[in-house]
Nanobody, 121 residues
């Protein structure tokens, strides 16, 4: 069993900052990639940022220069530092991990429960 537990969402004024965290736990053999996505009701998931192990971060154009994704491999944790927040950043942010479990030794995708970010004007 693998769990992704997110934290750090909340309410902030426009121009402010938030830091999201997502810790992966369970019988994990390796993590290939971790990231953050949005999914509004009735819409497809939209990339915010992701980082592949040993690779460079990738960002949606809308957050480049404002958001920074990072990983702590020892803690199986991914962070999203969100600066210069705008009202349009308001959404539910979902943590994502592509990883290999010890039980199956196969790659699978996992998702967190989502954390609400609300930016007020």
């Amino acid at each position: 069993q693998v769990q992704l537990v997110e934290s750090g969402g909340g309410l902030v004024q426009a121009g402010g900052s938030l830091r999201l965290s997502c810790a992966a736990s369970g019988s994990i053999f390796s993590i290939n990639a971790m990231g953050w996505y949005l999914q509004a009701p009735g819409k497809e998931r939209a990339l915010v940022a992701f980082i592949i192990s040993g690779g460079s971060p990738n960002y949606a154009d809308s957050v480049k220069g404002r958001f920074t994704i990072s990983r702590d491999n020892a803690k199986n944790t991914v962070y999203l530092q969100m600066d210069s927040l705008k009202t349009e950043d308001t959404d539910v942010y979902y943590c994502y991990a592509r990883l290999v479990t010890i039980a199956t030794m196969k790659v699978n995708d996992y998702w967190g429960q989502g954390t609400q970010v609300t930016v007020s004007s």
